[in-house]
């Protein structure tokens, strides 16, 4: 990406003011000059809960990790945040208005893929809604009750038995069954409630 | 496109364009208003010295009323 779109998406992200697409935009122009260099980046956590739900949840700050096994020596890192005008690093950056975190490599059990938007600066990648439903359900558990991450977990499950964000149930119950999480049955619980609510059959099953 | 209205889905294989994203959220914001709060931003975490600095004692900007939304 030459200087000039750099810095023409950059007026764009900064001029944003609805916080969930300029998140979008934010990590399309990341990923982008990420990609460049060989590593792929994915949107994770609130964030991606965000971007995939409209849940008003996400706050002003972008959640973003690795998805190659390799990522950026710190000094690359922060020469490309350079180009955005980025203040701080190494891990986390003030941009545009924004604040952009880059965690580490990607935590993710489930054996789909990460969801795609063809966002307007390159290619955003998504974490995988199968991960973050079983996640965002213990969460809301464990350690103790947790009303945000509840509220969370059921708008994200309400996409997805609605069908706006399709997702593999073989891979859901798969990820809650694994020692990582063990939240089967916290997870079939919350889909229940959630189909009832919308008036459908679930798909989960603790069986 | 999702099955049982006619916004579009962001599919597990393949990617949605930033147009679709765009049309589906307002009925993505309208069904998560039917199981849970309209707005589920957190009072506060560990960020909030650095975001209430940058949004003028906010943890964010505003989100976009529904009625707004594509």
Request: hydrophobic share 40%; proline share 6%; net charge positive.
């Amino acid at each position: 990406m030459d200087a000039g779109k750099i810095k023409s998406a950059l007026t764009d992200v900064t001029a944003e003011q609805d916080p969930t697409i300029k998140s979008l935009k934010m990590a399309s122009l990341c990923s982008a000059l990420w990609a460049e260099r060989g590593v792929e980046l994915v949107v994770v956590g609130g964030s991606a809960i965000e971007i995939l739900t409209e849940g008003a949840y996400a706050s002003g700050d972008l959640d973003m990790c690795h998805a190659t096994n390799a990522s950026l020596p710190m000094r690359e890192r922060q020469e490309i945040m350079g180009l955005l005008g980025a203040k701080g690093g190494p891990r986390n950056w003030q941009v545009a208005g924004m604040f952009v975190d880059v965690l580490g490599p990607v935590e993710s059990f489930a054996r789909t893929p990460f969801r795609r938007v063809r966002a307007p600066y390159g290619d955003v990648l998504l974490m995988k809604p199968e991960d973050l439903l079983v996640e965002r359900v213990l969460v809301s558990v464990y350690p103790g009750e947790n009303p945000t991450a509840r509220g969370c977990a059921k708008k994200l499950a309400a996409m997805i038995l609605d069908g706006s964000i399709p997702v593999d149930w073989t891979e859901v119950r798969r990820v809650a069954n694994l020692p990582e999480y063990r939240n089967i049955a916290e997870c079939v619980k919350l889909v229940e409630e959630v189909a009832d609510e919308l008036k459908i059959k679930s798909p989960l099953h603790s069986d | 496109m999702n099955s049982k209205s006619k916004v579009p889905c962001i599919p597990i294989e393949g990617s949605i364009s930033y147009e679709d994203w765009l049309k589906g959220r307002r009925h993505r914001r309208e069904l998560g208003n039917r199981v849970a709060p309209e707005i589920l931003r957190r009072q506060s975490s560990s960020s909030d010295r650095r975001l209430k600095k940058l949004f003028h004692g906010q943890r964010g900007l505003p989100f976009t009323p529904t009625k707004k939304l594509l």
